[in-house]
C-alpha cells in the first residue's frame, strides 16, 4: 500500500474493518449562500410533493465543503413513494428560473427513485449509505449495509457493461456528467493500494496522477475542458473531446480488469 499524503485531499476514511466510514456533513458547508440556496430548493420540492416523498438526500462535492461558484452543481436523491407527474413540469420550470435568479450555481441534478427500486440496485445503495446525506425525511441509510473498499469498484463495471455508453455523449450536459463520472472512476484502480475513498474530482486527479504520471496530460486536459462554464452551455460537443474522453475511458477499463487478472 502506498502512502499519500492527504493534504488538501477530500476523502472519506476507512475503519479497522476496511469499511467505508461517511463523513460528510452539512456543518462543511461554510459558505451561507450556498446553504440559502439549498433551503429553498428543498422547500420548494416539498411544497410540490411534500405526500409522495419519503426522503431527500444531497450527495457531491457541496458536502465536502466544496462550493464554487459558476462551478458547483447541487445534487440531490428523492427517495419517493408514489409518482407525481405533475411535479415534473413545475420543476422544469422552476428550475430554470432559479438558476437564471441563482447563476453561481452550475446546475441542480434531481435523481428521483421509489424505495423498493431503490433497494435493489446496489450501487444506487451505495450512494445512499457512503456520499450522501440526508435532509428530509426518513434516513434509510441505517438500513443499508457498510461497504468495504474493495466493494467500491461500481463505476468501472458498469462502463464494461454498457454497450451503448458512447452513444449519447452528443449532448453536452450528458458529456460533462460523463467525464466526471469518468475520473471518479479513475480511483478505483487504486481501492487496493490506498487506505482511503474518494469520489472527488480534483482528489481522483491527484491519486491518479501520482500512479500514472504518463497519463496526467489525458486525465487534465478532460478536467480543463468540462472545468471551463462556458463549455457547459455549447450546443455542440467538441468532438477531439469527445474522442479524448472514449479513448481515456478504454484505457481505464482495460486497466482495470489487467489489475484484477494479475
Not at 35 to 52: A, W
Not at 92 to 120: A, P, Q
Request: hydrophobic share 40%; aromatic share 18%; with cysteine.
Amino acid at each position: 500500500m502506498i502512502t499519500i499524503n492527504k493534504d488538501n485531499l477530500y476523502y472519506l476514511n476507512i475503519d479497522k474493518e476496511y469499511n467505508i466510514v461517511n463523513n460528510l456533513s452539512l456543518d462543511n458547508i461554510k459558505n451561507t449562500k450556498w446553504l440559502e440556496v439549498l433551503k429553498k430548493i428543498i422547500n420548494y420540492i416539498l411544497y410540490l410533493i411534500y405526500p409522495s416523498i419519503s426522503s431527500i438526500y444531497l450527495r457531491g462535492g457541496l458536502l465536502f465543503g466544496k462550493t464554487i461558484d459558476f462551478h458547483s452543481d447541487i445534487d440531490l436523491i428523492l427517495i419517493i413513494n408514489e409518482d407525481n407527474y405533475s411535479f415534473y413540469y413545475f420543476w422544469d420550470e422552476y428550475k430554470k428560473e432559479f438558476l437564471k435568479k441563482n447563476s453561481f450555481v452550475r446546475d441542480i441534478d434531481l435523481f428521483i427513485i421509489d424505495r423498493t427500486t431503490l433497494f435493489n440496485d446496489n450501487q444506487l445503495m451505495f450512494t445512499i449509505k457512503v456520499l450522501s446525506k440526508c435532509l428530509y425525511g426518513e434516513d434509510i441509510s441505517f438500513y443499508i449495509k457498510n461497504y468495504k473498499l474493495y466493494e467500491a469498484s461500481f463505476i468501472m463495471k458498469d462502463f464494461y457493461n454498457n454497450k451503448e455508453l458512447f452513444k449519447s455523449l452528443e449532448n453536452t450536459k450528458i458529456f460533462f456528467k460523463f467525464v466526471k463520472k469518468l475520473i471518479r472512476a479513475s480511483f478505483e484502480l487504486f481501492l487496493n493500494k490506498v487506505n482511503f475513498y474518494s469520489n472527488d474530482i480534483d482528489t481522483c486527479i491527484k491519486v491518479f496522477s501520482i500512479f500514472y504520471p504518463n497519463k496526467k496530460k489525458e486525465i487534465m486536459d478532460l478536467f480543463e475542458y468540462i472545468n471551463n462554464p462556458e463549455n457547459f452551455y455549447l450546443e455542440n460537443l467538441n468532438k477531439d473531446m469527445k474522442d479524448k474522453a472514449i479513448s481515456f475511458c478504454n484505457f481505464l477499463v482495460n486497466e482495470y480488469f489487467s489489475l484484477k487478472n494479475d
